[in-house]
Every structure is written in C-alpha cells, then in structure tokens.
C-alpha cells in the first residue's frame, strides 16, 4: 500500500499492529486437536479443491485442504518427537532455552529461514504437547518467532520506496520492543497463560499436557501481540518518526517523467487496490498532459524549432506512461472484478485514451500550426487580444480542473453542462475577435485566419476532450 502511494507511514503502524494480532490466530488453529477429523478435512478439501465447479468451491476446497495437511503435519512432527525423551542430547538442548536470549535468538533465525511464524509455533507446540519444552522454555523461542517473521516484510521492500522501506523497519521495532517488554517476565507471561487457558485436571500426565499445552502456546502467543500493541499504540507517531530517521529519503535521481509512479505489480490480486494505483497513476498522467497542453498556444504562436521538439519529446514520454498504464490494466482486468470495479477499468481506458489524445493535438496539431507559421513567416502573436486569451486560459483551466478531480473523486466535480456551454460562447467570441482584426485583403491575412482558426478549433478539442472525461470519470 505505502510503496503504491496509497497509504502513509503513519497510517500503516496501526495495521502493522493489527495485523500482528490477526498472524497470531493461525497458532490458534494449530493449537485445536482435530487428529480425528484430519483425514475427512483433507478428503473434502481435495474433492472441492479438484472438481468444484463453482470459483468459491474450489477456494473452499483448498482452503480445507490446506488446514487437513497443516494438522496432519502436526501430528506427524508430534509422533516423529517421541524417541526424543530420552535421547540426552537434545534434553540438554531444552536445558539451555532457559537462557531466554538463547531461546530468542533459535526462535528468530529459525522463523527467518523459514520465513513463517506459523510453522515455528506448530514445532513449539508438538514439543510442548509430547512433555518435550516446558512453557518457560517455550516461551523465549515465540519471542524470537514473532523477530524473525519481520524478515519477510524486510525482503518484499528491497527494491521499493524508502516509505515501504520504513514499513518493515516500524514491523521490526514494535517486536523488538514488545520483546524487550517481556524478556524480563517469563515466569509472568507463562502463569498468564496458564491462566486464561483451558485445563483439564481430571487428566494426568502425558494426557494432561497434551490436553493444555497446545493452547497455552497460542495464547501466549496472542498475549504478546495484544499487550504489545495496547502498549505501543499510544506511539505510532514516534514509530514513524523513528523509522524516518533509521531510514532517511534516498536522494531522488531524476527519472524520465513517463516512469511510472504508483503501478504496483504486488497489488493486482487485489483488484480494488488495483484499480487505486492505477487511477493514481492516471492522474499522474493527467499532470503531465496538463503541462504540455499549457505550453501548446503559446508554442504554436510564437514558439521556435526547439521547443516544436520538446513538445514531441514530452508527448513520447506521456505515450509511454499511457502505454504502461493500459498494460497494467488488461493485468488487471483478468481477475474478478464487481460490477462497479468493471465499469471502473472500462472508464479508467477510456480516460488515459482520451489524455493521450489531448498530448497528440498538441505535440501533432499546435505543433504542426507553430511549423506552418515559421515556414510561411506569419505572424500570429499580433493576433493575441483579451477574447483569444481568456479562451485559452479557459480551456487549459478545465483541464486543470478535469485532471484535479481524477486525483481526488471525493473533490468537487467539474459542471460539464455549465462549463461547455461557456466554453463555446468563448470560442465564438475569440474567433470573432481575430476576424474582426483582419481585412482578409491580401493572401497573408487570409492565411493568418486559417491558421488562428484551426489554434481556436484545436483549443476547443481539448475543451471537448477534457469534459468527456469529466462527464465519466473514474472513482
């Protein structure tokens, strides 16, 4: 979201956070012992999975399927610890967690490697449900286990902006520190889920902790999160700030303006987010045709070779962000969409095509009148008056305004009824101004109309342009 321009730093600690809560439900799911039911689970998933008919059945079906191989993997691991007991070495090895930074550290790099917490705290409960860690021991390797899942959000932001960058900083320094909360209250932590645990005391022995184990782990588990995060929340400014500082903004290299901005290929199998970049991007787009259609009249009465060229120039660039613009829809438009996110992706097209038709009668039309003017030497400065101005300010005002509205849907929109009819009041009035300043007498006169009269027309195009966009806008 952050790398995409969607959301600040600021707004995603509290997601950060939520989401940590949210990750710690999957030991929630491993901690329930549904040995019994793992084989139905499995058989089910798969026959939904392989011969559903329906999308939603099949997402169904291997969803079960998954949950029955998890479990069953868990039940394996449980069944393959049982030699353990008694082999010494690895008895010593649960000996030394209860150095808690040794604990930390296992955890940590063992959820890094495997870039899942979730499979860190199956292990963790397999061996506190065979009598194999005690929940003191347990406990230091799911503080490192909640570190070392930090190592994927760090991973997916190499090669992003430093504000996705700073995401997976602000991930990593709200575990670290909810870990230095807690690396002084063990015992605590441990009695705590004792206590809003689950025990069955009519059970003894082997039976007993596999009964309470699993689901003191998960709590724990949980607990974690939850104090940590009622804790930090009061601070996701200073997080931010802090991430800022660990992380500062890299020195900016000056990229072709065509680059895209907010194109986020991560984002696409959420359509929604999708169609959010790519309206961003859009309106980027929408900038730069800004900027070129500003400089268009003035280029075309009185501009030199050069700047004919960096008109072209600057139309290639916006021919190309179009280009990627609509590549990254049609990527977009193969996953499924809403009724309201269909009529979106159809509007989002039709408005990049009509930007770059907007660039192209600048750098084609204005540019092609500023070339004729130069070949055939005629003045068209002289012909500038109040009436020739204002309908130009206009025009490029209600593509500023068009443009504007693609940026912010929730802005004002732009009265497309009450600006075209202004809009061709102007047009008259300008076209009647420059044949009022010219006697026609001669062929020179006769061709200074022609060519302010197609500028006025061009103009005017622009103007038509700008209000298709602004009558069917993207939202």
Same mark, same amino acid.
């Given at each position: 979201f952050v790398s995409a321009g969607l959301m600040t730093l600021r707004q995603c600690v509290p997601m950060i956070m939520g989401a940590n809560i949210g990750s710690t439900f999957a030991a929630q799911i491993i901690a329930f012992n549904v040995?019994?039911?793992?084989?139905?689970?499995?058989?089910?998933?798969?026959?939904?999975?392989?011969?559903?008919?329906?999308?939603?059945?099949?997402?169904?079906?291997?969803?079960?399927?998954?949950?029955?191989?998890?479990?069953?993997?868990?039940?394996?691991?449980?069944?393959?610890?049982?030699?353990?007991?008694?082999?010494?070495?690895?008895?010593?090895?649960?000996?030394?967690?209860? /150095?808690?930074?040794?604990?930390?550290?296992?955890?940590?790099?063992?959820?890094?490697?495997?870039?899942?917490?979730?499979?860190?705290?199956?292990?963790?409960?397999?061996?506190?449900? #065979?009598?194999?860690?005690?929940? #003191?021991?347990?406990?230091?390797?799911?503080?490192?286990?909640?570190?070392?899942?930090?190592?994927?959000?760090?991973?997916?932001?190499?090669?992003?902006?430093?504000?996705?960058?700073?995401?997976?900083?602000?991930?990593?320094?709200?575990?670290?520190?909810g870990v230095l909360l807690f690396v002084f209250l063990i015992p605590q932590l441990a009695d705590l889920g004792r206590l809003v645990s689950p025990s069955a005391p009519e059970l003894e022995g082997k039976a007993r902790l596999a009964a309470e184990a699993p689901r003191q782990v998960a709590n724990i588990h949980t607990l974690f999160s939850v104090i940590s995060t009622l804790v930090l929340i009061w601070f996701t400014g200073p997080l931010a700030r802090l991430a800022e500082l660990m992380v500062p903004t890299r020195r900016a290299k000056v990229a072709p303006a065509g680059n895209p901005r907010y194109l986020d290929e991560g984002v696409l199998a959420a359509p929604s987010l999708g169609l959010q970049s790519a309206r961003l991007e859009t309106a980027h787009l929408g900038e730069?045709?800004?900027?070129?259609?500003?400089?268009?009249?003035?280029?075309?009465?009185?501009?030199?070779?050069?700047?004919?060229?960096?008109?072209?120039?600057?139309?290639?660039?916006?021919?190309?962000?179009?280009?990627?613009?609509?590549?990254?829809?049609?990527?977009?438009?193969?996953?499924?969409?809403?009724?309201?996110?269909?009529? /979106?992706?159809?509007?989002?097209?039709?408005?990049?095509?009509?930007?770059?038709?907007?660039?192209?009668?600048?750098?084609? /039309?204005?540019?092609?009148?500023?070339?004729?003017?130069?070949?055939?030497?005629?003045?068209?400065?002289?012909?500038?008056?109040?009436?020739?101005?204002?309908?130009?300010?206009?025009?490029?005002?209600?593509?500023q305004n068009t443009v504007a509205a693609l940026a912010d849907p929730n802005g004002a929109p732009v009265p497309v009824g009450q600006v075209k009819a202004e809009m061709d009041t102007l047009a008259i009035a300008a076209r009647k101004s420059v044949l009022e300043r010219l006697k026609l007498a001669d062929v020179q006169d006769v061709l200074r109309f022609r060519l302010a009269n197609d500028l006025i027309e061009q103009l005017r195009q622009i103007g038509r342009l700008s209000l298709r966009i602004a009558e069917n806008p993207p939202s």
């Open positions: 040995s019994a039911l793992t084989p139905f689970m499995i058989a089910l998933g798969y026959l939904g999975y392989a011969f559903g008919r329906r999308e939603i059945l099949r997402e169904l079906g291997g969803a079960l399927l998954g949950l029955g191989l998890l479990f069953l993997g868990i039940q394996f691991m449980g069944e393959a610890t049982h030699p353990l007991r008694s082999y010494q070495p690895f008895i010593d090895a649960m000996q030394s967690m209860e /150095n808690p930074l040794l604990g930390i550290l296992i955890g940590a790099v063992f959820t890094a490697v495997v870039q899942s917490s979730a499979a860190t705290l199956g292990i963790i409960i397999a061996l506190a449900s #065979e009598g194999l860690m005690p929940l #003191e021991s347990a406990i230091p390797l799911i503080l490192g286990a909640n570190v070392g899942t930090v190592g994927t959000a760090l991973l997916a932001s190499i090669g992003k902006s430093a504000d996705a960058a700073r995401v997976g900083v602000v991930h990593l320094l709200f575990n670290v520190i730069l045709v800004v900027q070129v259609a500003r400089r268009g009249p003035l280029v075309a009465i009185q501009g030199k070779p050069p700047e004919f060229e960096s008109l072209r120039n600057d139309a290639r660039e916006i021919a190309r962000l179009a280009s990627a613009i609509l590549q990254y829809i049609g990527k977009l438009s193969q996953a499924e969409h809403t009724e309201g996110d269909s009529q /979106n992706v159809i509007r989002l097209i039709e408005t990049v095509n009509d930007l770059q038709s907007i660039s192209d009668i600048v750098s084609m /039309n204005l540019v092609a009148t500023g070339e004729q003017r130069v070949a055939e030497r005629v003045d068209l400065a002289s012909l500038r008056d109040e009436s020739t101005v204002r309908f130009a300010t206009f025009v490029i005002t209600t593509l």
